[in-house]
Protein backbone atom coordinates (compact mmCIF):
# COMPACT_ATOMS: atom_id res chain seq x y z
CA UNK A 1 0.00 0.00 0.00
CA UNK A 2 1.37 3.33 -0.96
CA UNK A 3 2.76 5.54 1.61
CA UNK A 4 1.96 2.53 4.27
CA UNK A 5 4.11 -0.22 3.60
CA UNK A 6 7.57 1.35 2.60
CA UNK A 7 7.48 3.71 5.87
CA UNK A 8 7.25 0.60 7.47
CA UNK A 9 10.36 -1.15 5.33
CA UNK A 10 12.66 -2.62 7.98
CA UNK A 11 15.87 -2.21 5.91
CA UNK A 12 15.14 1.22 4.63
CA UNK A 13 14.29 1.67 8.71
CA UNK A 14 17.29 -0.28 9.82
CA UNK A 15 19.77 2.38 7.34
CA UNK A 16 18.62 5.63 9.19
CA UNK A 17 19.22 3.75 12.80
CA UNK A 18 22.86 2.98 11.40
CA UNK A 19 23.58 6.33 10.10
CA UNK A 20 21.90 7.77 13.40
CA UNK A 21 24.29 5.73 15.14
CA UNK A 22 27.16 6.71 12.52
CA UNK A 23 26.63 10.61 13.03
CA UNK A 24 25.50 10.84 17.10
CA UNK A 25 28.70 11.61 19.49
CA UNK A 26 27.36 12.47 23.05
CA UNK A 27 24.16 11.53 24.51
CA UNK A 28 20.76 13.92 23.60
CA UNK A 29 17.12 13.78 24.80
CA UNK A 30 14.53 14.01 22.00
CA UNK A 31 10.64 14.87 22.77
CA UNK A 32 8.07 13.52 20.33
CA UNK A 33 5.37 15.80 20.47
CA UNK A 34 2.27 13.74 19.40
CA UNK A 35 1.18 10.82 21.33
CA UNK A 36 0.53 9.02 18.23
CA UNK A 37 4.18 9.28 17.31
CA UNK A 38 4.55 7.91 21.23
CA UNK A 39 2.70 4.71 20.28
CA UNK A 40 4.16 4.43 17.12
CA UNK A 41 7.83 4.28 18.88
CA UNK A 42 6.74 2.26 22.01
CA UNK A 43 5.10 -0.24 19.37
CA UNK A 44 7.76 -0.49 17.16
CA UNK A 45 10.61 -0.54 19.82
CA UNK A 46 12.18 2.59 17.83
CA UNK A 47 13.36 4.14 21.29
CA UNK A 48 15.30 0.89 22.15
CA UNK A 49 17.08 0.43 19.22
CA UNK A 50 18.49 4.30 18.92
CA UNK A 51 22.13 4.73 20.32
CA UNK A 52 22.82 4.41 23.79
CA UNK A 53 22.67 8.24 25.31
CA UNK A 54 19.94 8.88 22.82
CA UNK A 55 16.28 8.92 24.71
CA UNK A 56 13.08 9.43 23.31
CA UNK A 57 11.01 11.39 25.90
CA UNK A 58 6.91 11.31 25.71
CA UNK A 59 4.91 15.02 25.52
CA UNK A 60 1.91 16.59 25.60
CA UNK A 61 0.64 15.95 22.50
CA UNK A 62 -2.25 13.87 23.32
CA UNK A 63 -5.68 15.85 23.50
CA UNK A 64 -7.81 13.28 25.75
CA UNK A 65 -4.67 13.75 27.79
CA UNK A 66 -4.19 17.19 28.83
CA UNK A 67 -8.59 17.46 28.55
CA UNK A 68 -8.94 18.81 32.43
CA UNK A 69 -11.03 16.55 35.13
CA UNK A 70 -13.94 19.49 35.29
CA UNK A 71 -14.60 19.11 31.59
CA UNK A 72 -14.86 15.45 31.85
CA UNK A 73 -17.30 16.02 34.84
CA UNK A 74 -19.17 19.02 32.78
CA UNK A 75 -19.71 16.36 29.74
CA UNK A 76 -21.18 14.00 32.41
CA UNK A 77 -23.53 16.43 34.34
CA UNK A 78 -24.54 17.66 30.48
CA UNK A 79 -25.03 13.78 29.64
CA UNK A 80 -26.89 13.29 32.65
CA UNK A 81 -29.30 15.82 31.81
CA UNK A 82 -32.95 14.59 30.75
CA UNK A 83 -33.55 15.39 27.38
CA UNK A 84 -29.87 15.57 26.01
CA UNK A 85 -27.83 13.45 23.91
CA UNK A 86 -23.78 13.67 23.77
CA UNK A 87 -21.75 12.94 21.36
CA UNK A 88 -18.10 12.33 21.37
CA UNK A 89 -15.17 10.37 19.81
CA UNK A 90 -14.73 7.13 21.34
CA UNK A 91 -11.47 7.85 23.65
CA UNK A 92 -13.49 10.27 25.72
CA UNK A 93 -16.11 7.53 27.34
CA UNK A 94 -13.23 6.11 29.23
CA UNK A 95 -11.89 9.03 30.79
CA UNK A 96 -12.41 9.28 34.80
CA UNK A 97 -14.15 11.99 36.19
CA UNK A 98 -14.17 12.39 39.83
CA UNK A 99 -16.53 10.23 40.35
CA UNK A 100 -17.46 8.29 37.02
CA UNK A 101 -16.93 8.36 33.63
CA UNK A 102 -19.48 8.51 30.29
CA UNK A 103 -19.36 4.92 29.92
CA UNK A 104 -21.30 4.86 33.13
CA UNK A 105 -23.41 7.55 32.53
CA UNK A 106 -24.24 5.28 29.29
CA UNK A 107 -24.91 2.31 31.56
CA UNK A 108 -27.01 3.89 33.70
CA UNK A 109 -29.48 5.15 30.82
CA UNK A 110 -27.74 8.25 29.35
CA UNK A 111 -27.64 8.59 25.99
CA UNK A 112 -24.05 9.00 25.20
CA UNK A 113 -22.97 8.28 21.47
CA UNK A 114 -19.57 8.15 19.48
CA UNK A 115 -19.04 9.25 16.42
CA UNK A 116 -16.54 9.73 13.95
CA UNK A 117 -16.97 13.58 12.53
CA UNK A 118 -18.50 15.89 14.32
CA UNK A 119 -20.46 16.59 11.14
CA UNK A 120 -22.48 13.80 12.22
CA UNK A 121 -23.70 15.61 15.16
CA UNK A 122 -25.71 17.87 12.83
CA UNK A 123 -27.71 14.77 11.14
CA UNK A 124 -28.19 13.54 14.93
CA UNK A 125 -29.77 17.13 15.63
CA UNK A 126 -32.32 17.19 12.69
CA UNK A 127 -32.99 13.68 13.41
CA UNK A 128 -34.20 14.98 17.13
CA UNK A 129 -35.38 17.98 17.15
CA UNK A 130 -37.09 17.63 20.52
CA UNK A 131 -33.57 16.71 22.40
CA UNK A 132 -30.13 18.81 22.56
CA UNK A 133 -27.51 17.25 20.71
CA UNK A 134 -24.04 18.27 22.22
CA UNK A 135 -20.60 17.35 20.60
CA UNK A 136 -17.63 16.79 22.94
CA UNK A 137 -14.93 19.08 21.16
CA UNK A 138 -11.53 18.13 22.10
CA UNK A 139 -8.60 18.13 20.66
CA UNK A 140 -5.71 20.15 19.03
CA UNK A 141 -5.23 22.40 15.78
CA UNK A 142 -5.80 19.16 13.73
CA UNK A 143 -9.72 18.76 15.08
CA UNK A 144 -10.18 22.01 15.06
CA UNK A 145 -11.21 22.57 11.60
CA UNK A 146 -14.22 20.59 11.63
CA UNK A 147 -15.29 21.06 14.67
CA UNK A 148 -15.55 24.92 13.84
CA UNK A 149 -17.44 23.82 10.63
CA UNK A 150 -19.79 21.89 12.27
CA UNK A 151 -20.76 25.13 14.69
CA UNK A 152 -20.55 27.26 11.24
CA UNK A 153 -22.64 25.02 9.86
CA UNK A 154 -25.40 24.90 12.66
CA UNK A 155 -25.67 28.24 12.86
CA UNK A 156 -25.90 28.19 8.82
CA UNK A 157 -28.58 25.80 9.18
CA UNK A 158 -30.53 27.76 11.92
CA UNK A 159 -30.13 24.30 14.66
CA UNK A 160 -30.99 25.55 18.32
CA UNK A 161 -30.44 22.12 19.58
CA UNK A 162 -26.96 22.25 19.13
CA UNK A 163 -23.94 22.81 21.18
CA UNK A 164 -20.48 22.37 21.22
CA UNK A 165 -18.88 21.82 24.64
CA UNK A 166 -15.14 23.37 23.61
CA UNK A 167 -11.63 21.88 24.78
CA UNK A 168 -9.66 22.83 22.50
CA UNK A 169 -5.73 23.56 22.97
CA UNK A 170 -3.42 24.87 20.50
CA UNK A 171 0.78 23.27 20.89
CA UNK A 172 2.93 26.33 20.94
CA UNK A 173 1.95 27.58 23.86
CA UNK A 174 2.83 24.39 25.38
CA UNK A 175 5.91 23.77 24.37
CA UNK A 176 6.57 27.25 25.68
CA UNK A 177 5.69 26.33 29.30
CA UNK A 178 7.87 23.45 28.49
CA UNK A 179 10.78 24.92 27.97
CA UNK A 180 10.73 27.58 30.46
CA UNK A 181 10.39 24.99 33.02
CA UNK A 182 13.42 23.69 34.72
CA UNK A 183 12.82 20.68 35.98
CA UNK A 184 12.10 19.42 32.01
CA UNK A 185 15.41 18.46 29.92
CA UNK A 186 14.33 18.54 26.45
CA UNK A 187 16.93 18.94 23.57
CA UNK A 188 15.17 18.64 20.41
CA UNK A 189 11.70 17.92 19.66
CA UNK A 190 9.61 16.06 16.99
CA UNK A 191 6.46 17.97 16.00
CA UNK A 192 3.34 16.62 15.09
CA UNK A 193 2.93 16.46 11.27
CA UNK A 194 -1.31 16.45 11.37
CA UNK A 195 -0.59 19.94 13.81
CA UNK A 196 1.65 21.51 10.86
CA UNK A 197 -0.41 20.19 8.06
CA UNK A 198 -3.09 22.63 9.43
CA UNK A 199 -1.14 25.39 10.93
CA UNK A 200 1.92 25.49 9.33
CA UNK A 201 5.04 25.18 11.04
CA UNK A 202 6.18 29.15 11.39
CA UNK A 203 4.63 29.39 14.61
CA UNK A 204 7.79 27.22 16.40
CA UNK A 205 10.53 29.19 14.84
CA UNK A 206 9.86 31.81 17.22
CA UNK A 207 10.53 29.25 20.08
CA UNK A 208 13.67 27.90 17.93
CA UNK A 209 14.67 31.47 17.39
CA UNK A 210 14.28 31.80 22.01
CA UNK A 211 15.50 28.78 23.13
CA UNK A 212 17.87 27.47 20.65
CA UNK A 213 15.72 24.15 20.08
CA UNK A 214 15.94 21.97 17.10
CA UNK A 215 12.19 21.38 15.73
CA UNK A 216 11.76 18.78 13.40
CA UNK A 217 8.19 18.56 11.31
CA UNK A 218 7.99 14.54 11.68
CA UNK A 219 5.24 11.81 10.42
CA UNK A 220 3.91 8.76 12.29
CA UNK A 221 5.30 5.60 10.81
CA UNK A 222 8.52 4.20 11.28
CA UNK A 223 10.44 5.60 8.76
CA UNK A 224 9.14 9.04 9.53
CA UNK A 225 10.33 8.90 13.15
CA UNK A 226 13.59 7.70 12.50
CA UNK A 227 14.10 10.10 9.73
CA UNK A 228 12.63 12.88 12.22
CA UNK A 229 15.04 11.77 14.90
CA UNK A 230 18.40 11.67 12.41
CA UNK A 231 17.46 15.22 11.22
CA UNK A 232 17.26 16.42 15.14
CA UNK A 233 20.44 14.46 16.29
CA UNK A 234 22.02 15.87 13.10
CA UNK A 235 21.13 19.78 14.10
CA UNK A 236 22.41 18.95 17.79
CA UNK A 237 25.71 17.68 16.25
CA UNK A 238 26.33 20.71 14.11
CA UNK A 239 25.25 22.97 16.94
CA UNK A 240 22.18 24.45 14.67
CA UNK A 241 18.83 25.75 15.80
CA UNK A 242 16.22 25.18 13.11
CA UNK A 243 12.86 24.37 12.21
CA UNK A 244 12.95 21.46 9.73
CA UNK A 245 10.29 19.40 7.43
CA UNK A 246 10.65 15.56 7.32
CA UNK A 247 7.39 15.26 6.25
CA UNK A 248 6.96 16.53 3.20
CA UNK A 249 4.57 14.21 1.79
CA UNK A 250 2.01 16.25 3.76
CA UNK A 251 3.14 18.95 5.57
CA UNK A 252 3.51 20.95 1.90
CA UNK A 253 3.61 24.47 3.14
CA UNK A 254 5.05 26.39 6.24
CA UNK A 255 1.93 28.37 6.41
CA UNK A 256 -0.34 25.68 6.64
CA UNK A 257 -3.90 24.97 5.51
CA UNK A 258 -4.75 28.40 5.37
CA UNK A 259 -8.79 27.72 4.75
CA UNK A 260 -8.64 25.32 7.55
CA UNK A 261 -7.44 28.69 9.64
CA UNK A 262 -9.98 30.49 8.26
CA UNK A 263 -12.64 28.71 9.65
CA UNK A 264 -10.45 28.35 13.16
CA UNK A 265 -10.27 31.91 12.63
CA UNK A 266 -14.27 32.67 11.81
CA UNK A 267 -16.05 30.90 14.40
CA UNK A 268 -13.25 30.28 17.71
CA UNK A 269 -10.81 32.79 19.64
CA UNK A 270 -8.00 32.73 21.75
CA UNK A 271 -8.08 32.21 25.08
CA UNK A 272 -6.63 30.63 28.26
CA UNK A 273 -6.59 26.77 28.66
CA UNK A 274 -6.39 24.67 31.60
CA UNK A 275 -4.29 21.29 31.02
CA UNK A 276 -4.78 18.18 33.21
CA UNK A 277 -1.67 17.65 35.19
CA UNK A 278 0.00 20.74 34.02
CA UNK A 279 -2.58 24.16 34.99
CA UNK A 280 -3.66 27.06 33.28
CA UNK A 281 -1.02 27.97 30.08
CA UNK A 282 -1.94 31.31 28.65
CA UNK A 283 -2.86 31.94 25.22
CA UNK A 284 -3.03 28.04 25.06
CA UNK A 285 -6.51 27.39 23.79
CA UNK A 286 -9.97 28.31 21.76
CA UNK A 287 -13.46 29.35 22.75
CA UNK A 288 -16.73 30.42 20.73
CA UNK A 289 -16.70 34.03 19.66
CA UNK A 290 -19.15 35.81 20.58
CA UNK A 291 -21.20 36.07 17.75
CA UNK A 292 -21.59 32.17 18.18
CA UNK A 293 -21.71 31.89 21.81
CA UNK A 294 -25.24 30.71 21.52
CA UNK A 295 -23.35 27.21 20.59
CA UNK A 296 -21.23 27.05 23.51
CA UNK A 297 -22.52 23.79 25.69
CA UNK A 298 -21.07 25.05 28.99
CA UNK A 299 -23.27 27.99 29.49
CA UNK A 300 -25.97 26.45 27.93
CA UNK A 301 -26.53 23.88 30.79
CA UNK A 302 -25.01 26.16 33.02
CA UNK A 303 -21.92 23.83 33.86
CA UNK A 304 -19.26 26.35 33.60
CA UNK A 305 -18.61 26.50 37.59
CA UNK A 306 -17.65 23.23 37.79
CA UNK A 307 -14.41 22.23 39.30
CA UNK A 308 -12.97 19.20 40.73
CA UNK A 309 -9.56 18.08 42.38
CA UNK A 310 -7.19 15.48 40.73
CA UNK A 311 -5.76 12.55 42.45
CA UNK A 312 -3.04 12.18 44.24
CA UNK A 313 -2.17 9.00 43.22
CA UNK A 314 -2.16 10.39 39.30
CA UNK A 315 1.05 11.47 38.03
CA UNK A 316 0.00 12.29 34.32
CA UNK A 317 1.34 15.71 34.39
CA UNK A 318 4.99 14.51 34.70
CA UNK A 319 4.18 11.87 32.33
CA UNK A 320 2.77 14.82 29.94
CA UNK A 321 6.11 16.53 30.85
CA UNK A 322 8.37 14.21 30.02
CA UNK A 323 9.50 14.37 33.53
CA UNK A 324 8.50 10.95 34.29
CA UNK A 325 8.10 7.80 32.03
CA UNK A 326 4.79 6.32 33.00
CA UNK A 327 6.15 2.92 34.10
CA UNK A 328 8.19 5.28 36.45
CA UNK A 329 4.75 6.14 38.55
CA UNK A 330 4.38 4.53 41.43
CA UNK A 331 0.46 3.98 40.60
CA UNK A 332 1.68 2.45 36.80
CA UNK A 333 -0.09 -1.35 36.31
CA UNK A 334 -1.32 -1.19 39.59
CA UNK A 335 -3.54 1.05 41.09
CA UNK A 336 -3.21 2.18 37.63
CA UNK A 337 -4.99 0.30 34.62
CA UNK A 338 -6.46 0.18 31.47
CA UNK A 339 -9.58 -0.97 33.30
CA UNK A 340 -9.30 1.22 36.05
CA UNK A 341 -7.56 4.35 34.92
CA UNK A 342 -6.88 7.03 37.72
CA UNK A 343 -6.01 9.38 34.32
CA UNK A 344 -6.56 9.76 30.64
CA UNK A 345 -2.97 8.58 29.86
CA UNK A 346 -4.16 5.19 30.64
CA UNK A 347 -7.21 5.23 28.62
CA UNK A 348 -6.47 7.09 25.54
CA UNK A 349 -5.80 5.53 22.33
CA UNK A 350 -2.97 8.33 22.06
CA UNK A 351 -1.50 7.93 25.86
CA UNK A 352 1.65 7.41 26.75
CA UNK A 353 0.45 4.97 29.70
CA UNK A 354 -1.24 2.89 27.90
CA UNK A 355 1.36 2.50 25.45
CA UNK A 356 3.64 1.63 27.88
CA UNK A 357 0.73 -0.63 29.36
CA UNK A 358 -0.41 -2.54 26.18
CA UNK A 359 3.09 -2.91 24.62
CA UNK A 360 4.73 -4.55 27.60
CA UNK A 361 6.84 -1.52 29.63
CA UNK A 362 6.48 -2.91 32.71
CA UNK A 363 9.65 -1.94 34.46
CA UNK A 364 9.03 0.73 37.00
CA UNK A 365 11.57 2.60 38.90
CA UNK A 366 10.41 2.52 42.83
CA UNK A 367 9.93 6.17 43.28
CA UNK A 368 8.35 7.37 46.19
CA UNK A 369 5.15 9.21 45.85
CA UNK A 370 5.20 13.09 45.74
Same mark, same amino acid.
Given at each position: ????????????????????????????????????????????????????????????????????????????????????????????????????????????????????????????????????????????????????????? /???????????????????????????????????????????????????????????????????????????????????????????????????????????????????????????????????????????? /????????????????????????????????????? /????????????????????????????????? /???????
Amino acid at each position: MKHLTEYRDAARVREVLDDIRRITTRPWRLMEVCGGQTHSIIRHGIDQLLPDGVEMIHGPGCPVCVTPQELIDQAIAIASSPGTILVSFGDMLRVPGSAKDLFQVKAEGGDVRVVYSPLECLKIAQENPDRQVVFFGVGFETTAPANAMAVFQ /AHRLGLDNFSLLVSHVRVPPALDVLLGAPEVNVQAFLLAGHVCAVMGYWEYEPLVARYRVPMVVTGFEPLDLVHGIRLAIRQLEQGRAEVENAYGRVVVAREGNRPAQQIIETVFEGCDRNWRGIGLIAASGWRLRPGYA /AYDAARRFAVDGITTQESPLCHAGDVLKGVLKPNECP /AFGTLCTPRKPLGAPMVSSEGACAAYYNFGRFE /ASQLPLR
